[in-house]
């Protein structure tokens, strides 16, 4: 079947602009994860969607971060007012519940010049 | 604060060898681990899992020991192959997953 999905797969924003990133998780999946990835460095956690409730947004860098999962499925993670150190990998991950495997999806590429 | 660490961040093995990925973790609340593969331009990919409750378990051609007493995770990969270079996270489940930084594995021909 189909794994989860993000679009756009690259994104180049000049500093200042916002920026907007999708994911389609795998269908059925109750849990949506968003991960940071720096160049060379291991995800780090984000943010934590059960169904349509984000229950967990603590590894949020900033408030200029705002994720979103209005009916339970697809999430669109936001940044606003992009800076330099927001270049990154973002990677989306779907599970059936919190404490099972996360399938992940290929990321999208955010370069900030 | 507590996190997740890895040993060695690349390890080159000979093709038909094999390798031992090693990880170490400070947090003792930690109940649920996982090694992932991450290929080039894609996402970490499940390779295996073991549950604080278990030292060892097995899968195909990988094995994962936990050893809780010095709070540390390895991966095994027998007769390494050429398509199992990649990198290698481990991660911990407290309440969330914590990723160490990775160990990039490449195998020689």
């Known amino acids: 079947g189909a794994g989860v999905s993000q679009s756009p797969r690259y994104k180049v924003a000049k500093r200042g602009q916002d920026v907007a990133l999708r994911c389609d998780p795998i269908?059925?999946?109750?849990?949506l994860f968003w991960y940071q990835q720096a160049l060379g460095q291991g995800p780090e956690f984000l943010t934590y969607f059960q169904n349509e409730a984000q229950l967990d947004k603590s590894g949020l860098p900033s408030d200029r971060f705002f994720a979103e999962r209005p009916e339970g499925s697809v999430s669109t993670l936001k940044i606003q007012r992009t800076q330099q150190e927001d270049s990154a990998v973002y990677l989306c991950?779907?599970?059936?519940?919190?404490?099972?495997?996360?399938?992940f999806g290929p990321g999208t590429r955010l370069t900030v010049t | 604060g507590e996190s997740v660490g890895l040993h060695l961040p690349t390890l080159s093995v000979q093709e038909g060898d094999n390798s031992i990925i090693n990880c170490a973790y400070s947090?003792?609340?930690?109940?649920?681990f996982i090694w992932y593969k991450q290929e080039s331009g894609k996402g970490p990919q499940f390779i295996i899992d073991?549950?604080?409750?278990?030292d060892k378990r097995q899968g195909q051609r990988v094995t994962v020991l936990l050893n809780k007493t010095v709070k540390h995770l390895s991966l095994q990969i027998a007769a390494t192959q050429p398509g199992d270079s990649a990198v290698y996270f481990c991660a911990e489940k407290v309440n969330d997953m914590r990723f160490g930084a990775g160990t990039r594995l490449t195998v020689k021909p």
């Open positions: 991950a779907s599970s059936w519940d919190r404490g099972y495997e996360q399938y």
């Open positions: 073991i549950r604080s409750n278990m």
């Open positions: 947090n003792s609340a930690s109940d649920y």
């Open positions: 269908s059925g999946h109750v849990s």
